[in-house]
C-alpha cells in the first residue's frame, strides 16, 4: 500500500484488529438522525441519490441514507472491516475495500460524498488530498459533508487529552491516533481542497455508554451547548461542488 501514512497503517490496523467489537451494537443512532436532518434541510430529498459513504466502517450513515432511498456505496481502507460491512449491510450496498484518498471511482459519479467520523482520524495533507478526491469524484452541484468529533467543546478536549484512560476502559471506541477537529480548522482543510465557503454548524454530544454514567460531565457538557452554541460537541461541514 504504498504512499499509505504511519497514521492511517496505525489507524487501519487498529480497527482491522478490533473490527468485530467495533461491530456490536449501535453507535450513536441519534447523532446519525441529527445528522440526517441536517442534510435533508441542506440537500433536500436522498431519494435515488447515488451517495459514497467515506471510510464507511459498519456503514451505519450510508444505512441509513439507503432506508431513505439513496443508492449507496461505501468504502473503508481496512480489509477486515469492508468484510464485516458487507455481511453486516443490505446486498445492495456495495462496499469496497478502498483509501479515501485514492477513490477507485470515476470522476463526477456521486451526488454526495459523506465522512462520518473520519476525517478527525487523519493527518491536515490526507484530510485536503481525501477532500480533493471527493470532489473529483461529485457530480457538478453535489455535496460533501462531513462530521466529527468538535475541538472546541471543552467535553470533547477532556475526553482526548485523556484517550488513553478511555482506550484502557473501550478501547474499541478510542484509537490513540486520532484528535478532534476545530470549526475553523475544518473550512480551512475544505477551503485548500476548492471548496468554497463550507457551511458549518455544531450539534450535540451523543454519550458513550460509559459517558452516560459520568454525571458530572454529561451536565457539564449540557450546559455549554446550551450557552455557547459553537462549543456543540460534534461540527458538521456542508458545501456543494459549486460553493453555494
Not at 459498519?58 to 461505501?74: P, S
Not at 456495495?94 to 454526495?112: G, N, Q, T, W, Y
Not at 476545530?182 to 463550507?198: M, Q, Y
Not at 450539534?203 to 462549543?231: C, D, G, H, M, Y
Request: positive net charge; hydrophobic residues 40%.
Amino acid at each position: 500500500m504504498g504512499g499509505t501514512s504511519h497514521r492511517i497503517k496505525c489507524e487501519r490496523d487498529f480497527f482491522d484488529e478490533y473490527a468485530r467489537e467495533c461491530f456490536k451494537g449501535e453507535f450513536a443512532s441519534p447523532l446519525v438522525e441529527r445528522v440526517l436532518a441536517e442534510v435533508r434541510v441542506s440537500g433536500s430529498s436522498l431519494k435515488e441519490k447515488i451517495v459514497l459513504d467515506a471510510g464507511c466502517g459498519k456503514a451505519l450513515w450510508g444505512n441509513a441514507m439507503y432506508r431513505e432511498g439513496a443508492i449507496v456505496v461505501g468504502v473503508d481502507i481496512g480489509r477486515k472491516v469492508a468484510q464485516l460491512a458487507k455481511e453486516y449491510n443490505d446486498k445492495r450496498i456495495a462496499i469496497v475495500c478502498a483509501d479515501v484518498r485514492h477513490l477507485p471511482f470515476k470522476s463526477e459519479m456521486f451526488d454526495i460524498v459523506f465522512y462520518g467520523y473520519i476525517l478527525h482520524h487523519l493527518n491536515e495533507q490526507d484530510i485536503i488530498n481525501s477532500l480533493r478526491e471527493a470532489r473529483r469524484a461529485l457530480k457538478k452541484g453535489g455535496a460533501c459533508c462531513s462530521v466529527d468529533p468538535n475541538g472546541k467543546n471543552l467535553y470533547i478536549k477532556l475526553i482526548h487529552r485523556y484517550r488513553k484512560i478511555g482506550w484502557v476502559l473501550c478501547r474499541h471506541m478510542i484509537s490513540l491516533n486520532e484528535r478532534a477537529l476545530e470549526p475553523h480548522l475544518i473550512t480551512k482543510l475544505f477551503s485548500e481542497a476548492g471548496f468554497r465557503d463550507p457551511h458549518i454548524t455544531t450539534l450535540p454530544v451523543i454519550p458513550s455508554a460509559i459517558e452516560q454514567n459520568l454525571r458530572f460531565f454529561r451536565r457539564f457538557n449540557n450546559f455549554l451547548e446550551k450557552t455557547l452554541p459553537l462549543f456543540g460537541g460534534n461540527v458538521l461541514a456542508w458545501c456543494l461542488q459549486d460553493g453555494q
